[in-house]
């Protein structure tokens, strides 16, 4: 089992819907977890960054982090075409050793 | 400009052949991550430098895959006898500190014929 599982889908919405992306994990050490979007033949770039459980929104994008089911969320509201991008999730540890696991990443089409 | 640069962004080689690929991170960010990208696939973690400790290099796929920093700056990946397999995007980041906010170069595709 890995670390942190993500579903590589891809999902394709109808623009103007409600996307939600999702990614669980294994290791309850988690303390930061983040957002990231790629598009095509680009390197990835933050897009949402949280630390404890619950939402923060930023414009369209609401992160959701529930920590006693290890589970995080992005939703994105008002879906446009410019968002169909790769979407992943990371997370990190900093006990004694740092970790920053990467999730598999999700392919987001949305069709205008 | 202020962002990750990095070099070359495309590379073809024969295989057999070394190859050398540079990522010049943000000014100031002490922390620089090397990533593999495999088409369609998610990043697979290579090598990770922090400030003036000893590299973690438990990404590293084989002995013929080596990186360094020189002066907390600049870093090199090097590949040598390059196969097949090693034919992917190459993802070098930078960040300030460890809490994960990452910023990218766009990446050195290489190809190995």
């Known amino acids: 089992q890995k670390e942190v599982e993500q579903d590589p889908g891809p999902l394709s919405v109808p623009e103007g819907a409600i996307v939600s992306l999702n990614c669980t994990y294994s290791?309850?050490?988690?303390?930061?977890f983040m957002w990231y979007r790629q598009y095509s033949r680009k390197g990835p770039e933050l897009l949402m960054y949280?630390?404890s459980s619950g939402n923060k929104e930023d414009g369209r994008f609401t992160a959701q982090v529930d920590k006693s089911s290890k589970y995080i969320s992005l939703f994105i509201r008002d879906s446009q075409p410019s968002d169909s991008a790769t979407c992943l999730c990371?997370?990190?540890?900093?006990?004694?050793?740092?970790?920053?696991?990467w999730g598999a990443g999700t392919k987001l089409i949305i069709k205008p | 400009g202020a962002g990750v640069s990095q070099s070359p962004s495309n590379k073809v080689t024969e295989k057999g052949k070394d190859v050398e690929l540079r990522c010049d991170p943000i000014?100031?960010?002490?922390?620089l991550y090397w990533y593999r990208q495999s088409l369609g696939q998610g990043l697979e973690f290579l090598i990770y430098?922090?400030?003036?400790?000893?590299?973690?290099k438990s990404g590293l796929p084989s002995d013929r895959f080596s990186a360094e920093r020189t002066g907390g700056s600049v870093s090199t990946l090097t590949i040598q006898r390059t196969q097949q397999e090693d034919s992917a995007v190459y993802l070098c980041?930078?960040?300030?500190?460890?809490?994960?906010?990452?910023?990218f170069g766009e990446g050195s595709r290489l190809t190995v014929l």
């Open positions: 980041a930078s960040s300030y500190d460890n809490t994960g906010e990452l910023f």
């Open positions: 430098f922090q400030g003036n400790s000893a590299p973690d």
């Open positions: 990371a997370m990190i540890v900093m006990d004694s050793n740092y970790q920053l696991i």
């Open positions: 949280t630390y």
């Open positions: 000014s100031g960010h002490t922390a």
């Open positions: 290791n309850s050490a988690f303390q930061y």
